[in-house]
T-cell receptor, first 116, second 110 residues
Framework: GAVVSQHPSRVICKSGTSVKIECRSL??????MFWYRQFPKQSLMLMAT?????????EQGVEKDKFLINHASLTLSTLTVTSAHPEDSSFYIC????????????FGPGTRLTVL | RKEVEQDPGPFNVPEGATVAFNCTYS??????FFWYRQDCRKEPKLLMS???SGNEDGRFTAQLNRASQYISLLIRDSKLSDSATYLC???????????FGDGTTLTVKP
């Protein structure tokens, strides 16, 4: 299947700092990428849909000014958690779809964010 | 009602058992269906897509019932390594986002 990478894999930061997470599609071009958050023992929660060259579409209840998304190229989307607080501690996962009929999503390995 | 619902389990089965999971979806316009496997503290990985005619991959069989709006996953001859959380994913359009169930936890015991 297609390969999606994420960096960093783990971040520990102080409250109030901003954290940037990168998501890359390594062997395909992704016009659309998705950002999810998953708390322990809970389901994947879609935060936003990232569209190359245009503004991201945020899900209801997700603050767009706090979770900044930039999809500057067909292989890179970034999520910046601004002024992170302990309640933002979570597992952040991106995914991307290949073009074609099936369009299953391939997930990055995730970024575990801990805000102290 | 959630868009995609799964029995959370946990399912605890002995090695060699056959186990089946169901997943129901509410949007009748859904077009694509998938099963993912997620290990603890890891990302979901695609297990198999689900086709209208049903499909099989080794010990795994997936079925789609559009009339009743559910998909199923059957695992035969369970292995210890099958222990994981299984997520169903439903996509409305080919270019659209997927909605995931909360996952069903399977533990296969010796």
């Amino acid at each position: 299947g297609a390969v999606v990478s994420q960096h960093p894999s783990r971040v520990i930061c102080k409250s109030g700092t901003s954290v940037k997470i990168e998501c890359r599609s390594l062997d395909f071009q992704a016009t659309t990428m998705f950002w999810y958050r998953q708390f322990p023992k809970q389901s994947l929660m879609l935060m936003a849909t990232s569209n190359e060259g245009s503004k991201a579409t945020y899900e209801q209840g997700v603050e767009k000014d706090k979770f900044l998304i930039n999809h500057a190229s067909l292989t890179l989307s970034t999520l910046t958690v601004t002024s992170a607080h302990p309640e933002d501690s979570s597992f952040y996962i991106c995914s991307a779809s290949t073009s074609g009929g099936i369009n299953e999503q391939f997930f990055g390995p995730g970024t575990r964010l801990t805000v102290l | 009602r959630k868009e995609v619902e799964q029995d959370p389990g946990p399912f605890n089965v002995p090695e060699g058992a056959t186990v089946a999971f169901n997943c129901t979806y509410s949007n009748s316009a859904s077009q694509s269906f998938f099963w993912y496997r997620q290990d603890c503290r890891k990302e979901p990985k695609l297990l198999m897509s689900v086709y209208s005619s049903g499909n099989e991959d080794g010990r795994f069989t997936a079925q789609l019932n559009r009339a009743s709006q559910y998909i199923s996953l059957l695992i035969r001859d369970s292995k210890l390594s099958d222990s994981a959380t299984y997520l169903c994913g439903v996509k409305g359009t080919n270019a659209g986002k997927s909605t995931f169930g909360d996952g069903t936890t399977l533990t296969v015991k010796p």
